[in-house]
């Protein structure tokens, strides 16, 4: 069914390279095989429900400034079945195959953690029959855990045990219904897991606190079935001021503490690997290299602001570089591409929303076949395996696996050749490519 805000709108096409209707693809032609897969198959990308449908455009200094319909009663179960309507004709409009939602975006408001799962019983069955009759699929599902006051101090790690609780009960109810829409991942995203100061912090108690939040969910996705992939999601920082889960690395450090690196993997979001300091590229090599790569949540930031903006995507060098890493790694397994990106305030027409998408997926698609074309020339891979052949020899694979002490190697060595790392001859390269 059309939503009214969205008669206008066709459903958009791909009319290929020249086409300079901005409401049509110009790059995703979603049938195309690329390395044997289709373009649909191995972007998997999904629109997120909270910042293209629950978010009414406002900023700390300003207010909502979009017309929502939807969301002038966000207490109304009613409202809710109409922004389900206009969310998933947006989907099927833009030929989405999945979307990502929290307990929060799809529910009617709730002031207690109670009313909130009542409205969730509400809107799931209308939710499942939505998806069924669009052949719309969720990527993932989440519970919000930092909007609401009661989180203020954290959800997992405040002080309290009874917010423990309760985020508890926002997760378990989340995670069932993940469950029941047959979600490819569940993420976790810990908003408030951190301190803003370290006078009123023991980092210890709340480490301990987050391990056994995680383990209690690792148990209950065991005992329903759920076979999706747990995913945490790396962020440094905002809104607290330090986020235990800051980066890639540092999450891999906490999951092997607590022995729970067999049992999630890591959603990785461009703004937030930028904010850390960090390139995404690094955050996405850094968790293959690691195997605990799971999904992406695609946008950037501005280099001029330290914050999450949660802008489109919009570069395609550095998405081709993403993506000829995600490739050589098999592609995606459970994940895939989530447009965790909102739209500049000032982009009021209901035009913009899909343009920004246009835009974002064209960019994915010309950056898929750029890295094909990288991948199947070989230049790269044959870079690189010759800069590390000499560890291919008996001697190297011996050293390196353990069978010499350091007394062993010290005993016959050479002065070594030192050769150039080639970096301009391989910037050049890619840009050509790109
Ligand atoms: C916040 C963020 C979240 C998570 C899901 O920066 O990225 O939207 O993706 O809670
Ligand atoms: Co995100």
């Not at 954290?154 to 508890?168: H, I, L, R, S």
């Not at 490819?184 to 023991?202: A, H, M, P, Q, S």
């Not at 235990?244 to 461009?270: C, G, H, M, P, Q």
């Not at 074309?373 to 696996?401: C, G, P, T, V």
Request: aromatic fraction near 12%; include cysteine.
């Amino acid at each position: 069914m059309t939503h009214k805000i969205f008669k206008h709108i066709p459903a958009i096409e791909y009319r290929g390279e020249d086409n300079d209707n901005p409401l049509a693809y110009n790059w995703y032609d979603a049938e195309r095989i690329i390395l044997g897969k289709s373009l649909k198959e191995h972007l998997r990308f999904a629109i997120c429900y909270w910042h293209s449908f629950n978010w009414v455009g406002n900023d700390v200094f300003g207010e909502g400034a979009f017309n929502r319909p939807w969301l002038s009663n966000p207490k109304s179960h009613q409202a809710a079945l109409e922004k389900l309507d206009a969310a998933f004709d947006f989907f099927n409009k833009l030929g989405a195959p999945f979307f990502c939602f929290h307990d929060v975006d799809i529910a009617a408001k709730a002031d207690t953690v109670g009313e909130l799962s009542e409205n969730l019983k509400k809107i799931s069955d209308p939710l499942i029959e939505k998806m069924k009759e669009n052949n719309i699929q969720l990527l993932w599902g989440t519970a919000n855990l930092f909007s609401h006051p009661r989180y203020m101090a954290g959800a997992a790690t405040n002080p309290d045990p009874e917010v423990f609780k309760c985020a508890a009960y926002q997760v378990k109810n989340m995670l069932e219904l993940t469950h029941q829409l047959d979600g490819k991942n569940y993420v976790l995203w810990g908003g408030r897991e951190g301190y803003d100061t370290l006078l009123n912090t023991d980092i210890k108690q709340e480490l301990d606190q987050y391990a056994r939040f995680l383990s209690l969910i690792i148990d209950h996705k065991e005992k329903i079935g759920f076979k999706g992939q747990l995913l945490i999601e790396p962020k440094p920082c905002e809104p607290t001021k330090h986020q235990y889960d800051r980066d890639v690395s540092t999450v891999i450090a906490f999951l092997e503490k607590y022995d729970l690196i067999d049992s999630i993997k890591l959603n990785i979001e461009a703004n937030h690997a930028t904010l850390a300091g960090l390139s995404f590229e690094h955050e996405v090599a850094n968790a293959i290299a690691y195997d605990v790569f799971g999904s992406i949540d695609i946008n950037r930031g501005d280099p001029q602001n330290g914050w999450d903006t949660d802008q489109f995507n919009n570069d395609c060098k550095e998405m081709t570089l993403i993506l000829t890493h995600i490739l050589m790694d098999g592609g995606f397994k459970s994940g895939g591409f989530n447009f965790d990106a909102k739209l500049r305030r000032q982009s009021i027409d209901v035009e913009d929303l899909f343009i920004a998408h246009i835009g974002g997926l064209d960019v994915l698609a010309k950056a898929l076949i750029n890295a094909s074309h990288i991948i199947e020339d070989k230049f790269l891979e044959s870079f690189k395996n010759e800069r590390y052949k000499a560890w291919n020899n008996k001697e190297s694979q011996d050293m390196l696996s353990g069978k010499f002490s350091l007394e062993d190697i010290v005993e016959n060595f050479n002065e070594p050749k030192i050769r150039s790392g080639k970096q301009e001859l391989l910037e050049k390269y890619i840009s050509i490519k790109t």
